[in-house]
T-cell receptor, first 115, second 113 residues
Framework: AQSVTQLGSHVSVSEGALVLLRCNYS??????LFWYVQYPNQGLQLLLK??????LVKGINGFEAEFKKSETSFHLTKPSAHMSDAAEYFC?????????????FGAGTRLAVHP | DVKVTQSSRYLVKRTGEKVFLECVQD?????MFWYRQDPGLGLRLIYF???????EKGDIPEGYSVSREKKERFSLILESASTNQTSMYLC????????????FGPGTRLTVL
């Protein structure tokens, strides 16, 4: 069965510091990959996605992620954290074939940004 | 802007009550989903629907049922609410293919006493 692992349920950074949220997936076939963000008391919002093509994907709010097939990873980065980035982030896999209507969610990483 | 709306943000019910959670989307999407979100578990799929009157079980359908009589509306029903169904419930919709994003509603925080 496919799975998604997010390393670190809580990450804390200083304002202006690099943000790195780690995600690894298990799949024999590269799936579609997404990062979603959930701000307090809101639903989830798409940050970025990888389907095919360029492995470095840019998203909203200055975030980007790189798909590395050899490492089965899809880590999320932002060069300089802002206070408004404090939220919960979910790495999500959509199987390439079979069960295509099902997303597989990581457990989430809560990002705290301090002054 | 795509809008997915949910009928209530907060709901408090008693054990044994029948509970209806409503979700409406305005983008003519074929696919609609119900998830529950619990700390440390991420989101888990309860049911999804790929067309009117069509539904399929997700990973945790026990204790829930759904209804989709119109394309824009997808309802989640708790036939007899129990305390272990206290959770955040999120509705989502998606058009077309699996590589398209899902659009989420704001969530309903349900407490069963």
């Amino acid at each position: 069965a496919q799975s998604v692992t997010q390393l670190g349920s809580h990450v804390s950074v200083s304002e202006g510091a690099l943000v790195l949220l780690r995600c690894n997936y298990s799949s024999s076939v590269p799936p579609y990959l997404f990062w979603y963000v959930q701000y307090p008391n809101q639903g989830l919002q798409l940050l970025l996605k990888y389907t095919t093509g360029a492995t470095l994907v840019k998203g909203i709010n200055g975030f980007e992620a790189e798909f590395k097939k050899s490492e089965t990873s899809f880590h999320l980065t932002k060069p300089s954290a802002h206070m408004s980035d404090a939220a919960e982030y979910f790495c999500v896999v959509s199987p390439f074939s079979g069960g295509y209507n099902k997303l597989i969610f990581g457990a989430g990483t809560r990002l705290a940004v301090h002054p | 802007d795509v809008k997915v709306t949910q009928s209530s943000r907060y709901l408090v019910k008693r054990t044994g009550e029948k509970v209806f959670l409503e979700c409406v989307q305005d983008m003519d999407h074929e696919n609609m989903f119900w998830y529950r979100q619990d700390p440390g578990l991420g989101l888990r799929l309860i049911y999804f629907s790929y067309d009117v009157k069509m539904k399929e079980k997700g990973d945790i359908p026990e204790g829930y049922s759904v209804s989709r009589e119109k394309k824009e509306r997808f309802s989640l029903i708790l036939e007899s609410a129990s305390t272990n169904q206290t959770s955040m419930y999120l509705c989502a919709s998606r058009g077309g293919r699996a590589y398209n994003e899902q659009f989420f509603g704001p969530g309903t925080r349900l407490t069963v006493l």
